[in-house]
Structures are given as C-alpha cells and as structure tokens.
C-alpha cells in the first residue's frame, strides 16, 4: 500500500514530556493523534485546562488508554495545546503588524482574528502572568482561563500548577514561545500608543487578557459569534485613546 508522504512528514510520536526527538506515525495513529488534539482543544476551549482526560477521550471517540499513549500525562497534553495556541497568537501577531501600516488597525486586527480564532480560551496561564508584578498576577490568575472553570476544585487548580513542574527544554521553549509572542504583541502596543491611538496606560498583559475574555463560550455557534463580536466593540473602544479635553 501506498502511503502519502505528507501523512509522514508531519507525523508526530507519542508526546515526549521532555522534549525529545520523535518519530513517524502510522497513517491511522497520526489520524488518531489528530483527532485527540483537535477534541483537546474544544474541551479546554470550552472547560478550561482543569477539564479532565476522560473528556478529551468522550469527544474524540477514542479509549482513553489511546490518549494516553500518544500524551503519556495530562501535563503533556496541556502544554502541547498551549504551546500550538501560543504560536498560533504568534503568527496572527505578525501576520497583522505586517500587513496594516496603521498602528490601530494592526492592534485591532490582531484582536478581532485572534478572538474569532477562539485561541484566547487556550492561553498558558504563564504567558498571562508574564510581565505582572504578584498583586497584578493574582487579580489576572482569578480571572483566566479558570473562569470557565465554574467547578474548580482544589485538586484541579493543583493540577494546573503542575504544568510549570517543567524540565528544562520544555520549560525553554515554552519560555521562548512566550517570549515571542510577548515580543510581537508589544510590538503592536508600542505602535499604536506612539501614534497616540492607544490609551497611554494599557499594557501587552491587557491586550491579551482581552483576547482570553473577548471568546465567551456560549453553546450555540451564530449567538457565540455575536457576542464575542458585541463584547470586543466594546472592549476596544475602552482601549482607544481619547482626545484631551
């Protein structure tokens, strides 16, 4: 039989928690795999990061036992989402600061796709965090993402924190993914503020805390879409300058 050798060439192996090299997977595996991260991201999208593996499994119509060989931890699991959604806000990042020569409009852009993209129910509670003195992080930390998380238990915010018990090539990339979104967003703040079309006082950290609210998970599509476009209108407009009086 004949296999493509796209299927191949993006294969990822079962997650290495540390960072190691991977291997091909069988057409069917990498199927698989792609149904487990596609499933993970509407189930923390929708429930947060404390949602747990028997969810991710339900949704993408797979024994558990099959996520877990592919994610040998949950951790694992949450970091490779978090990480791709990272990279993710990245590319809009750029994508927007390349292509609008007007500094609002490449803020703004960056923040109606990144929010329509749903990625700002996916962001790392570290790149959040990055930035914040302790007050500020404790204020943003009971806000996002847990406020999707209704029922949070002790165990289940224990949980989440075992995400940053990182070694070291993870915690570098994860680091450096950060990093660069951090870089290209401050980027965007920068413009826009220096044109005097941003408020002097708003931040990279406000930026992105817009772009984990501006995303209400809501069950019907077209009402979801609604509001989040009403709630981001709303937002933005707090955001722009205004002239002194």
């Known amino acids: ?30 199927r698989n795999l792609e149904h487990v991260l596609r499933a993970a991201r509407e189930v923390f999208g929708e429930l947060g990061y404390g949602a747990p593996m028997e969810d991710v499994a339900r ?24 990480e791709e959604e990272t990279a993710r806000l990245t590319e809009q990042a750029r994508t927007a600061l390349g292509q609008e020569d007007e500094p609002w409009s490449a803020l703004s852009r960056f923040l109606r796709t990144s929010v329509a993209s749903g990625a700002g129910r996916l962001l790392p509670p570290q790149v959040l965090r990055v930035g914040v003195d302790v007050e500020a992080e404790e204020q943003i930390e009971a806000r996002v993402p847990q406020q999707r998380q209704p029922g949070v238990t002790g165990g289940q915010l224990h ?12 915690a570098e990339r994860e680091d450096s993914g950060a990093a660069a979104l951090l870089e290209v967003v401050g980027r965007l703040v ?9 408020r002097a006082d708003v931040t990279v950290a406000d930026v992105l805390l817009v772009i984990a609210t501006a ?15 009403r709630l981001l209108d709303i937002l933005l407009e707090g955001l722009r300058s205004r002239p002194s009086e």
Request: hydrophobic share 40%.
């Open 1 to 30: 039989m004949h296999i493509q050798g796209s299927h191949w060439s993006t294969a990822v192996a079962s997650a290495d928690a540390n960072g190691g090299r991977s291997t091909p997977l069988r057409v069917d595996a990498q």
């Open 59 to 82: 949704r993408a119509r797979v024994g558990v036992g099959t996520v877990y060989r592919r994610f040998p931890s949950k951790d694992v699991l949450v970091r490779r989402i978090a």
């Open 159 to 170: 949980e989440l924190r075992l995400v940053e018990q990182r070694s070291a090539p993870v």
């Open 190 to 198: 920068d413009r826009a503020r220096a044109a005097g079309q941003l």
């Open 215 to 229: 995303a209400p998970s809501l069950p019907d599509a077209v009402q979801q879409a609604a509001a989040s476009s």
